[in-house]
């Protein structure tokens, strides 16, 4: 089982900023393709970006694509999530997930943090 711990959520204004972190403090997080995906109050979980495993490949969704920026620094067994110009519609909580192989798809993520919330204010 590996545990995921999240943080860096937070309230911010329309067209601010945030960064979310996502660590495992008992495992090499690179070994990991990583993702992170939210999920807004009555909506099902979107995933909206991911990072292959010690390669830099990423995908982003349509959704986010353009203001967000997923990133990993090995160095400290951290993966990143930069957010920019949020919207109100980026409110959701934020989970951090991880799995053997890179996907896009956030049915196949194994292991799951316990999420951090994210609200944008208009």
């Known amino acids: 089982q590996v545990n995921l711990v999240e943080s860096g959520g937070g309230l911010v204004q329309s067209g601010g900023s945030l960064r979310l972190s996502c660590t495992a403090p008992d495992y090499t997080l690179d070994w990991y393709a990583v993702a992170w995906v939210r999920q807004a109050p009555g909506k099902e979980r979107e995933a909206v970006a991911c990072?292959?495993?010690?390669?830099?490949?990423?995908w982003y969704s349509d959704s986010v694509k353009g203001r967000f920026t997923i990133s990993r620094d090995n160095s400290v067994n951290t993966v990143y999530l930069q957010m920019n110009s949020l919207k109100p519609e980026d409110t959701a909580v934020y989970y951090c997930a991880a799995a053997s192989k890179y996907t896009n798809r956030k049915d196949d993520y194994n292991y799951w943090g316990q999420g951090t919330q994210v609200t944008v204010s208009s």
């Open positions: 990072i292959r495993n010690k390669a830099s490949g990423t």
